[in-house]
């Protein structure tokens, strides 16, 4: 299964830009990136995907390595609300194509004043 | 309003107990999700259901049970065979098409004494 590799916490000025980095070095070629970020205490809530091209949502972008060995979140301009733990994820396609979400420990953004 | 809820938030138990922690929704998707969080950790999934009647183990599907008998609904029971049952745990729902994401309950609490 691919694993996923990220910085356990990271802080950010608010209004600035917040960059979390992702390693996926073991990726498939099928395989997507998705990011999750989960606030204390509640579920976790989808941000962003790809497969290789870079992408962008009113949330966020995803910036994906020409080798898709690695990826980086961008929050444009970080908030304090944007406080939460940030988890990059491989899908794993099962048979009948599951695709089962596989979880590490995250990164966890402190946005500060 | 479209989503997923459990129910109830927090959740106290006897050691030796089953009980039984509930989600349902209404965003009209096949698959459905359980999860398990302990402290500090990310998600493990422990059962996932692509259809009614239907379900298949996570990665820690012991002493843990599912039952898929409404498309709605995919209620989970903590069995007394499970030796650490307290955690949070947090249903998920998506489409079973190939590029999806998981929507989310906010979890339940349970605390088992």
């Known amino acids: ?113 | 309003d479209g989503g997923i809820t459990q129910s109830p938030k927090y959740l106290f138990r006897k050691e030796g107990q089953n009980v039984t922690l509930s989600c349902e929704q209404n965003l009209n998707h096949d698959a459905m999700y359980w999860y398990r969080q302990d402290p500090g950790q990310g998600l493990r999934l422990i059962y996932y259901s692509q259809i009614v009647n239907d379900f298949q183990k996570g990665d820690i599907a012991e002493g843990y049970s599912v039952s898929r008998e409404k498309k709605e609904s995919f209620p989970l029971t903590v069995t007394s065979a499970q030796k650490n049952p307290t955690a949070f745990y947090l249903c998920a729902s998506s489409t079973t098409s190939v590029n999806y994401e998981q929507y989310f309950g906010p979890g339940t609490r349970l605390t088992v004494t």
Not at chain 1, 41 to 56: A, R, W
């Open chain 1, 1 to 113: 299964d691919a694993k996923t590799t990220q910085p356990p916490s990271m802080d950010c000025a608010e209004g600035r830009a917040a960059n979390l980095p992702c390693n996926h070095s073991t990726i498939s070629g099928n395989e997507y990136v998705y990011w999750y970020r989960q606030i204390h205490s509640q579920g976790p809530q989808y941000i962003i995907h790809g497969l290789k091209n870079n992408e962008t949502n009113e949330m966020a972008s995803l910036i994906i390595t020409e080798d898709r060995k690695s990826s980086t979140l961008i929050l444009p301009h970080a908030t304090l609300r944007d406080t939460a733990v940030y988890y990059c994820i491989v899908r794993v396609y099962g048979s009948g194509n599951t695709g089962k979400l596989i979880f590490g420990q995250g990164t966890t953004l402190q946005v500060k004043p």
